[in-house]
C-alpha cells in the first residue's frame, strides 16, 4: 500500500515537469502529457498504477463537471443557447449515428449496439485542450464560451447514448420508444435532483455559521453529493452536477464571503489541473495493458480501425458545425439568434477543436469486464484501444495545428466593444458612482475628516485618468501600452524588494510584510490580465 501511494506521488511530480516542458514549448499540456504517458508506457516503472472501472466516473467526472459549470457564464450560455444545445445534442446523436454505422461495417462482428457505445464513448471533445490552445492564441471570447458551455451538455449527452446502449449490448435488447421515454425522465430527474441538492447546499452556505475552511471543503463535496443521489436513483448524475453547479455558481456572491471565493479558485484550479494530469497521463499509460488483451484483433489491424473512425469523426464535426452555420443563417429569417450570419471562419475553427480526452478516457474505461455469468464484455479492450487512438490523433494532430489554423483563419470578433475598452467603461463608472455615493452620504463630514477628503480625491483622479485613457484609446498603440506594463511590472518587482529587505528589520512584523506582498501579487495579476503580459 505505502509503495503505491510513492508511485502515485513520483507519478504526480512526474505530471508537474511535463507540465513544465509543455509551458516551455508553448504546446497545451493535455498533448504532453498523453504522449509522456505513452513514452512511459514502453517501460514498466508504472505498471502497477491502474484504476478501478467502475470508480472512474465517480472520481473523476463530479468535480471536473462542477468546476466547469462554475466557470461557465450564465449570461454567455443563455446568448448561445441555440448554437450550444446543437452542438450538445443533435451533433452528438449524430456522430454517435454515424460512428456507429461506420464501426458496424468496417468492424467484422461489430453490432450496431455496440457502434452506439462506441459512438456515445468518443462524441464528446474535451473543453480543456480546447481551451488552453485556445487561451493561448488570439480567439474571439464567444468561441471559448461556446466551447465551454457545449462541453458541459455534450458530456451529459453522450454519456446518456452510452448508457443506452450499454443497456442493449447488455440485455441484447433495444426498444425505441423505451428508450425514448426513459431519455427524457433520466435528463428531466437528473436536472431536478441536481438543483434540490443545490438548494440543500445553498441554504448550508447561507444560513449555518460557516467558516472560509468549511464552505471550501463544502463545494469539494457538493459535486459528489449531486452525481451520487441522481446515479443511485439512475438519472443523470452528469445533468445533476451541471444544473446544480450553473445554480450555485450564480449565486456565489450571495453564498461566499470574498475570502471563499479568492481562496476556494485557488483550491480549485489545482484540483482540476491534479485531476487532468492523472487522467491525461493514464491515457498514455493504460497502451500496453489495452494492446495485451485485443485477442483476435492484431495491434495493426486495431490501429487502422482507430485512425479510419478518428477521420471519420473529425470530418463530421466539421460537417456539422458549418452545416450549424448555416442552418443558423436559414433560422434567423424566422427568429432571434445571437448571431445571424456566422460565417465559415468560427464554425472551421470550432469544428477542427473537437479534440478528445478525458470524458471519453473515463467512458471507455467504465465499461465492464463481464456481463451475465462470467461472461467478457464483447469487444471490450478492441474499444478501448479505438477510444485511445481517437484522442491520440485528435489531440496531437489537431492540437497541434489548431493554433495554426486560428492564426490562418483569424476568426472575426464581432463583439461590439473591445474588451480593453469595456474594462474602462466599468472602472470609469464605478469611479462616478463612488462619487456620487460619498457626496450624497458623507459630502458634509469631507472638510472636517482628512481621510474621507483623501478618497475623494483618489477617485476623482481615477476618474480623470480613466476618462482620459478612453479618449486616447484610439490614438495609443498597443505597443506603447506593453512599454507601460513592463515598466509599471518591473516598479512592482522593486517594490517588492523593499518589502523583502525591509522583512530582515526585527521592528517589522512579518505578516504585515506578506499582507503587502499579496496586495503586489494582485495589481500584478490585473495588470497582466488587461495587457496580456
Known amino acids: 500500500m505505502q509503495g503505491l501511494f510513492i508511485e502515485y506521488v513520483f507519478l504526480i511530480i512526474l505530471i508537474l515537469a511535463l507540465v513544465m516542458i509543455a509551458n516551455k514549448l508553448r504546446l497545451a499540456y493535455p498533448i504532453v502529457l498523453v504522449l509522456g504517458g505513452?513514452?512511459?508506457?514502453?517501460?514498466?516503472?508504472?505498471s502497477h498504477v491502474t484504476i478501478d472501472p467502475e470508480l472512474v466516473f465517480f472520481i473523476f467526472l463530479p468535480p471536473l463537471l462542477y468546476e466547469a459549470a462554475w466557470q461557465t457564464s450564465w449570461k454567455e450560455f443563455w446568448r448561445w443557447r441555440r448554437v450550444i444545445t446543437s452542438f450538445a445534442f443533435p451533433i452528438v446523436i449524430i456522430t454517435s449515428c454515424i460512428i456507429a454505422l461506420v464501426s458496424?461495417?468496417?468492424?467484422?462482428?461489430?453490432?450496431?449496439?455496440?457502434?452506439?457505445?462506441?459512438?456515445?464513448?468518443?462524441?464528446?471533445?474535451?473543453?480543456?485542450?480546447?481551451?488552453?490552445?485556445?487561451?493561448?492564441?488570439?480567439?474571439p471570447?464567444?468561441?471559448?464560451?461556446?466551447?465551454?458551455?457545449?462541453?458541459?451538455?455534450?458530456?451529459a449527452s453522450s454519456l446518456i447514448v452510452f448508457r443506452f446502449a450499454l443497456l442493449a449490448v447488455i440485455s441484447g435488447q433495444f426498444h425505441f420508444q423505451e428508450a425514448a421515454t426513459s431519455f427524457f425522465v433520466v435528463?428531466?430527474?437528473?436536472?431536478?435532483?441536481?438543483?434540490?441538492?443545490?438548494?440543500?447546499?445553498?441554504?448550508?452556505?447561507?444560513?449555518?455559521?460557516?467558516?472560509t475552511g468549511i464552505a471550501i471543503v463544502l463545494t469539494l463535496i457538493t459535486p459528489y453529493c449531486m452525481y451520487y443521489c441522481a446515479e443511485h436513483f439512475h438519472f443523470s448524475g452528469v445533468l445533476a452536477v451541471v444544473s446544480g453547479g450553473l445554480f450555485l455558481s450564480g449565486k456565489r456572491q450571495q453564498i461566499l464571503t470574498y475570502q471563499s471565493r479568492i481562496q476556494g479558485v485557488t483550491v480549485w484550479n489545482?484540483?482540476?489541473?491534479?485531476?487532468?494530469?492523472?487522467?491525461?497521463?493514464?491515457?498514455?499509460?493504460?497502451?500496453?495493458?489495452?494492446?495485451?488483451?485485443?485477442?483476435?484483433?492484431?495491434?495493426?489491424?486495431?490501429?487502422?480501425?482507430?485512425?479510419?473512425i478518428s477521420l471519420v469523426l473529425i470530418l463530421t464535426r466539421l460537417f456539422c458545425t458549418l452545416g450549424a452555420s448555416l442552418f443558423t443563417r436559414f433560422m434567423s429569417r424566422f427568429i432571434t439568434v445571437a448571431e445571424a450570419n456566422p460565417g465559415w471562419r468560427a464554425p472551421l475553427v470550432m469544428g477542427w477543436a473537437g479534440m478528445r480526452g478525458v470524458v471519453s478516457l473515463a467512458a471507455a474505461l467504465s465499461i465492464p469486464l463481464?456481463?451475465?455469468?462470467?461472461?467478457?464484455?464483447?469487444?471490450?479492450?478492441?474499444?478501448?484501444?479505438?477510444?485511445?487512438?481517437v484522442i491520440l490523433v485528435t489531440l496531437v494532430f489537431q492540437g497541434l495545428t489548431l493554433p495554426w489554423l486560428i492564426r490562418k483563419v483569424k476568426p472575426e470578433n464581432r463583439t461590439a466593444i473591445p474588451e480593453h475598452q469595456q474594462e474602462l467603461i466599468i472602472q470609469k463608472k464605478l469611479a462616478q458612482f463612488s462619487i456620487q455615493v460619498l457626496e450624497e452620504k458623507?459630502?458634509?463630514?469631507?472638510?472636517?475628516?482628512?481621510?474621507?477628503?483623501?478618497?475623494?480625491?483618489?477617485?476623482?483622479?481615477?476618474?480623470?485618468?480613466?476618462?482620459?485613457?478612453?479618449?486616447?484609446?484610439?490614438h495609443t498603440s498597443e505597443n506603447e501600452q506593453k512599454k507601460f506594463g513592463r515598466m509599471y511590472l518591473e516598479l512592482l518587482e522593486q517594490q517588492r524588494r523593499l518589502l523583502n529587505k525591509m522583512n530582515h528589520n526585527a521592528d517589522f512584523d512579518e505578516e504585515l510584510i506578506r499582507k503587502y506582498l499579496s496586495l503586489l501579487d494582485l495589481e500584478e495579476y490585473k495588470l497582466r490580465e488587461k495587457l496580456l503580459l
Open 187 to 211: 435528463v428531466f430527474m437528473g436536472i431536478v435532483i441536481g438543483l434540490l441538492v443545490g438548494a440543500i447546499f445553498y441554504g448550508i452556505h447561507r444560513w449555518l455559521p460557516t467558516t
Open 370 to 389: 463481464l456481463i451475465g455469468e462470467g461472461e467478457a464484455f464483447p469487444y471490450r479492450n478492441l474499444i478501448l484501444f479505438i477510444t485511445f487512438i
Open 38 to 46: 505513452l513514452v512511459l508506457s514502453f517501460t514498466s516503472i508504472f
Open 141 to 155: 471570447k464567444s468561441l471559448v464560451s461556446i466551447v465551454e458551455g457545449e462541453s458541459l451538455l455534450n458530456d
Open 270 to 308: 489545482s484540483l482540476v489541473f491534479l485531476l487532468n494530469g492523472l487522467v491525461f497521463l493514464l491515457i498514455g499509460l493504460q497502451l500496453p495493458s489495452i494492446v495485451q488483451q485485443l485477442g483476435d484483433s492484431s495491434v495493426y489491424t486495431a490501429i487502422g480501425y482507430g485512425l479510419v
Open 442 to 474: 458623507y459630502g458634509e463630514q469631507r472638510l472636517q475628516n482628512e481621510y474621507i477628503n483623501n478618497l475623494f480625491s483618489k477617485l476623482q483622479i481615477d476618474l480623470h485618468l480613466f476618462q482620459r485613457e478612453l479618449e486616447e484609446l484610439d
Open 104 to 139: 458496424n461495417a468496417l468492424i467484422p462482428g461489430f453490432t450496431l449496439a455496440l457502434g452506439f457505445l462506441l459512438g456515445g464513448i468518443i462524441s464528446p471533445p474535451d473543453a480543456i485542450s480546447a481551451t488552453t490552445i485556445m487561451r493561448g492564441v488570439s480567439v
